[in-house]
């Protein structure tokens, strides 16, 4: 038998800057799998008798990155589930070189790297974005301390790995800090013109 090997969109950004919110409207409207590295350790975190409930609970809290062998194990795990689901988003990942190099080892060949979705958008747009979800969201890191720290590592770690994509032509990117709609519109553009 023929399977068609997974097409994959790496969909990045900095903290709060729209991915998750605007990979839940392409779901609706395109026949694509919302995978969200975030969400799956975080659920990860809380499963009863995981190992690694503790130390990604600290990395979280930190805004560092968790060392990718579990990131990697959730999104290999959850894209495997499903032999007939064959186009993922992977939301907020590779977050870094440990990530990337993760990614190559174990998925290469195995998956299409299409591009990366950049939502693009300033630090303090993010911040206050996730100062507000903050409010009820029950994140841990939804925090002005976590903030700073998430930022940080956005710059330093995430931001090079977004570069390395835009040298070889496969990064697309959108102004994140306009309305949810306004932002759809751009990405539906890009999706319609090469997904
Ligand atoms: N909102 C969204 N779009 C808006 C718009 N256009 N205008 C106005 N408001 C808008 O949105 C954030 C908030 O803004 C929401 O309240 C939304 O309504 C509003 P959301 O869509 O959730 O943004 P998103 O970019 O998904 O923000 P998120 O907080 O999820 O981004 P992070 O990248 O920080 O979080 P993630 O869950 O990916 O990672 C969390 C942590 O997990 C990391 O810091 C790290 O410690 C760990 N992690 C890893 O270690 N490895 C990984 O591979 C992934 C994560
Ligand atoms: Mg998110």
Redesign the pocket.
């Known amino acids: 038998s023929h399977i068609m090997k997974p097409k994959v969109i790496f969909v990045l ?1 900095g ?7 605007q990979c839940s409207k392409i779901v609706e409207a395109y026949n694509y799998t919302h995978l ?4 799956l ?1 975080r659920a990860e975190r809380g499963r009863e008798g995981s190992e690694f409930g503790q130390l990604i609970d600290n ?2 809290k930190e ?4 060392p990718v062998e579990i ?1 990697i194990s959730l999104l290999r795990q959850t894209m495997t589930k499903d032999q007939t689901k064959s186009y993922f988003l992977i ?3 590779p ?1 870094n070189e440990d ?1 990337l190099q993760g990614w190559n080892r174990v998925m290469d060949g195995k998956a299409d790297v299409k591009f990366v979705l950049f ?1 693009d958008c300033s630090n303090e747009v993010c911040i206050d ?2 100062l ?2 903050g409010k009820s969201s029950g994140r841990t ?1 939804d925090n002005r301390e976590s903030l700073e720290k ?1 930022i940080q ?1 956005y710059l330093n770690s995430t931001r090079p790995i977004i570069e390395q994509y835009q040298k070889h032509g496969k990064v697309r990117t959108i102004d ?1 800090s ?3 709609d306004e ?1 759809f519109a751009d990405v539906k553009a890009i999706l319609d013109k090469e997904a």
């Open positions: 950004g903290p709060g800057a729209g991915k998750g919110t969200s590295a975030g969400d350790l990395y979280i805004g560092k990155i968790v990131t939301d907020g990942f977050r990530n939502f974005r996730c507000e979800r890191d998430r590592t994140a306009r309305s949810v932002v």
